[in-house]
């Protein structure tokens, strides 16, 4: 079988339509659009659906760029949320996944993938993508909190639902992460230094 070719490009306002692709009628997770981590808990409660798409497509629109839309093969069929650690009000405001210090980073705080294609490692070219796109940007340090599918509690287990929404830390470590802290027993923080 011949290997997929893979790109990962930001969200524009010209690539809305595959973002709507991507997450479908629902949004990714429910209604949320990526905006979980985005906006404070009770905006996320009040806006989650059409709000939280519209706030997206403003983005976009404004050339904010909030994310990454992987393609398999010309195809929509993923997508990471990277950028500013800042700019995720709910992460800057979180009691479990505070900063590890007060370097600035930029962070990745969601994937989507389309079932077609998972289990398939498109996390690692997603990851790969997300941190050439923050170098691009200036970035210095790539931050992550993914889950550790390789601790105790977890080992052997399989994702449930969306689990996984932040990452996986095995994708991580094969990208070159390594742990800068832990938010639990079973969910890393992890860094990437861009050289």
Same mark, same amino acid.
């Given at each position: ?26 949004? &990714? ?21 059409? !709000? ?30 990277? !950028? ?96 800068? &802290? ?14």
């Amino acid at each position: 079988m011949p290997k997929s070719k893979i790109e990962v490009l930001p969200l524009t306002i010209k690539r809305w339509d595959d973002m709507v692709s991507v997450f479908g009628e629902h949004g &990714g997770y429910a209604g949320c659009w990526c905006m979980f981590w985005r906006l404070d808990r009770s905006d996320f409660k009040k806006l989650r659906g059409g !709000g939280t798409k519209e706030i997206l497509r403003q983005m976009t629109e404004k050339k904010q760029e909030p994310g990454l839309i992987t393609y398999v093969d010309g195809k929509p069929a993923g997508w990471c949320s990277v !950028g500013p650690r800042e700019n995720y009000l709910a992460l800057e405001n979180s009691r479990i996944l505070k900063r590890v210090d007060e370097k600035p980073v930029w962070s990745i705080v969601c994937f989507f993938v389309d079932k077609s294609v998972r289990k398939q490692g498109l996390m690692v070219e997603m990851l790969r993508g997300a941190v050439a796109y923050a170098k691009k940007h200036g970035a210095k340090i790539v931050e992550g909190y993914p889950i550790d599918m390789q601790t105790e509690k977890l080992a052997g287990q399989k994702l449930g639902s969306y689990a996984g929404y932040m990452g996986i830390a095995s994708a991580f470590r094969e990208v070159g992460f390594v742990e800068a &802290g832990r938010a639990s027993e079973t969910q890393l923080i992890m860094r990437y230094k861009i050289k």
